[in-house]
């Protein structure tokens, strides 16, 4: 089936910093990819969506430039938070576009960022 | 604006049959999906429905009325490891459309 890998799964950073999270498609090429962010106990937040060779389309409330999204390849996208703060930490969480007739999308394992 | 209603939470016996409602407002309508979340876990895909009527997965069977935009994940023969949050979310725009989840129902199974 359809497998998202997501690295790294765990990452402490301090603030100031910048983290790089990457996403891959492993046995399929997804052209669209999705980037969520989810609080303790709370439902995921759609943060952007990944094109491949396209820049991304964020959501309404999303800082462009704190959250750097690029889909170099169609098995590839990254997220690069910025300037890393506290109030970033969170759960972020990459989801695919399976192959055609695949209706559910494929999640990766999640990136549990913690900034000090 | 758009907005998904489902229960925040349910509790149930091992061995019972449990629903879990979804309700819908969204711009637009391409499908109903259902995840299941572990703590700490990715979401994991459950079920789709894009047409009305029943989708039945072994234990797992979802229902979709888009005339009521409303739809239900039913979980029979419940067993411990179902413990978990389970998420209604609709893909608003296509077939590749981005999805927006509902704020997730968490399933708790006693022994």
């Known amino acids: 089936g359809a497998v998202v890998s997501q690295h790294p799964s765990r990452v402490i950073c301090k603030s100031g910093t910048s983290v790089k999270i990457e996403c891959r498609s492993l046995?399929?090429?997804?052209?669209?990819m999705f980037w969520y962010r989810q609080f303790p106990k709370q439902s995921l937040m759609l943060m952007a969506t990944?094109?491949?060779?396209?820049?991304?389309?964020?959501e309404q409330g999303v800082e462009k430039d704190k959250f750097l999204i690029n889909h170099a390849s169609l098995t590839l996208s990254t997220l690069t938070v910025t300037s890393a703060h506290p109030e970033d930490s969170s759960f972020y969480i990459c989801?695919?576009?399976?192959?055609?007739?695949?209706?559910?999308?494929?999640f990766g394992s999640g990136t549990r960022l913690t900034v000090v | 604006g758009q907005s998904l209603e489902q229960p925040s939470e349910v509790t149930a016996v091992e061995g019972a049959i449990v629903q879990i409602n979804c309700t819908y407002q969204t711009s637009g309508f391409y499908g109903l999906s259902w995840y299941q979340q572990h703590d700490g876990g990715a979401p994991t895909f459950l079920s789709y429905n894009a047409l009305d009527g029943l989708e039945e997965t072994g234990r797992f069977s979802s229902f979709l009325s888009r005339s009521d935009s409303y739809g239900y994940l039913l979980l029979q023969e419940l067993q411990m490891k179902d413990s978990a949050s389970y998420f209604c979310?609709?893909?608003?725009?296509?077939?590749?459309?981005?999805?927006?989840f509902g704020q997730g129902t968490t399933l708790q199974v006693k022994p």
């Open positions: 046995d399929f090429q997804a052209t669209t």
């Open positions: 979310a609709v893909k608003g725009s296509s077939n590749t459309g981005k999805l927006i």
């Open positions: 990944s094109n491949e060779g396209s820049k991304a389309t964020y």
């Open positions: 989801s695919a576009s399976g192959p055609a007739g695949n209706y559910g999308y494929t």
